[in-house]
């Protein structure tokens, strides 16, 4: 009886290795990377793309390929083609690795999917597959199927005219866009066939613009089991969308606007858990940025600590006046008078600080202290120049149904 009982806990041991190495082995730590090979992910009806399947950390390993179209799984394939297209197969695609082992099979993590918008009417707006940053110039472009001999494209967002150019470029290019340059865009085409104008317009399209840096955003957390009960660690979050390489971002933080620390590639830092006004800033030296962020009270904070605000944006100044000359105190003259040419005189005089003059009782004199500055406001009053939406002509729809109406 004890060599059975023996034998069957030396069985249930030497399977335990297997099992968790199976659960360990079922998703491998990489993620399947799709690229477009022949299209764009917006094409006509009746058009065709193809795309592959790769896994770019694992170069060595033979990988399967699946694909899937949102949850549905598709067939098997190093690449993906889409012969023909038509408008019930647009929708998200994606793909997995997976490889036979000895203890089963490992999948890869899905790879992000891309969208594929399969459109049955005349124009596409096509538009950069990534944001536009601030200070670059977005590109669009307005296809129209047969690519016919365009007359003129007129650009829209949000329905108002941003763009006309006439001739048979369908490219736009909008230089140093901003934040305000986001949003949905469409596009009017107008060629001739046969003495007869034509004119269509493309479905509205989402355009991103992001900014190179974004404002941080400071955290406080005070319950880490990493760090001393009397520390708390400071975590300056935010978005960095520069090109790669992108140049080194430093972080720095600040309490009651004394820096506490050096600048840092970590953007977080651990410092003594007290009360005050905290802050951080982001800087990017070879991009010449720099953005605070917002300051926020940690604690009890007593009124003699003097809460000092980031630097804003620094306002022109007006130009310097010059010092008015010096008189002697029995001839002082109205301000006003400083603002014509004086006739030359004598070597003033100047008085004495103990001496006490007596003032002038005909007309009261004016303050002699220079005029305070006038107070620019933070923000300037925003003007709108927005015109009515023109009316435009949606044309979408299936290709046999516009070629009908052009005929």
């Known amino acids: 009886m004890l060599r059975m009982d023996t034998l069957l806990s030396l069985l249930v041991v030497s399977t335990l290795p297997q099992i968790v190495v199976s659960d360990v082995l079922s998703v491998a730590p990489y993620q399947a990377v799709i690229e477009q090979v022949v299209g764009d992910s917006r094409i006509f009806s009746g058009e065709s793309i193809r795309l592959r399947c790769s896994i770019p950390e694992d170069v060595k390993s033979t990988w399967r390929h699946l694909w899937f179209k949102g949850a549905e799984q598709l067939r098997e394939s190093d690449e993906f083609i889409l012969w023909d297209a038509n408008v019930k197969q ?3 695609y994606s793909c997995q690795g997976m490889r036979e082992t000895v203890v089963g099979p490992i999948h890869t993590l899905q790879s992000v999917p891309v969208e594929i918008d399969v459109d049955g009417g005349w124009a596409i707006l096509q538009v950069p597959p990534h944001p536009t ?38 490219h736009v290019h909008l230089s140093n866009v901003n934040l305000r340059d986001r949003g949905l865009y469409t596009c009017r085409a107008t060629w001739d066939i046969r003495r007869r104008s034509h004119s269509v317009v493309s479905v509205p399209t989402q355009v991103s613009i992001s900014e190179i840096l974004t404002q941080p955003v400071l955290e406080v957390v005070t319950r880490d089991p990493l760090i001393p009960a009397n520390m708390m660690r400071l975590i300056c979050h935010l978005q960095y969308n520069a090109h790669a390489p992108a140049p080194p971002i430093h972080f ?11 600048a840092s590639s970590e953007n977080n830092e651990v410092v003594k858990r007290t009360p005050g006004q905290y802050s951080c800033k982001a800087r990017v030296p070879a991009l010449d940025l720099m953005r605070w962020s917002e300051t926020k009270n940690f604690g009890k904070v007593t009124g003699t600590e003097q809460r000092i605000l980031p630097p804003k944006v620094p306002k022109p100044f007006a130009p310097p006046k010059a010092a008015p000359a010096l008189t002697p105190p029995t001839a002082v003259e109205p301000r006003e008078a400083w603002l014509f040419p004086r006739q030359p005189t004598a070597a003033p005089t100047y008085p004495q600080l103990e001496e006490e003059t007596p003032q002038p009782t005909d007309a009261p004199l004016k303050p ?6 006038p107070q620019l406001p933070d923000v300037m009053p925003k003007t709108s120049n927005q015109t009515v939406p023109p009316d435009l002509v949606d044309m979408s729809g299936d290709f046999p149904d516009a070629l009908e109406q052009l005929e």
Do not use: W
């Not at 720095?252 to 050096?262: A, D, I, M, S």
């Open 90 to 92: 647009s929708g998200k």
């Open 368 to 373: 002699i202290h220079p005029a305070a500055k």
């Open 252 to 262: 720095y933080f600040y309490k009651n606007g004394n820096r506490l620390t050096t």
């Open 133 to 170: 940053l601030v200070g670059e110039t977005l590109k669009v472009t307005c296809r129209v199927r047969g690519n016919p001999n365009l007359e003129e494209v007129i650009l829209y967002r949000d329905g108002v005219e941003v763009m006309r150019q006439t001739g048979s470029n369908p």
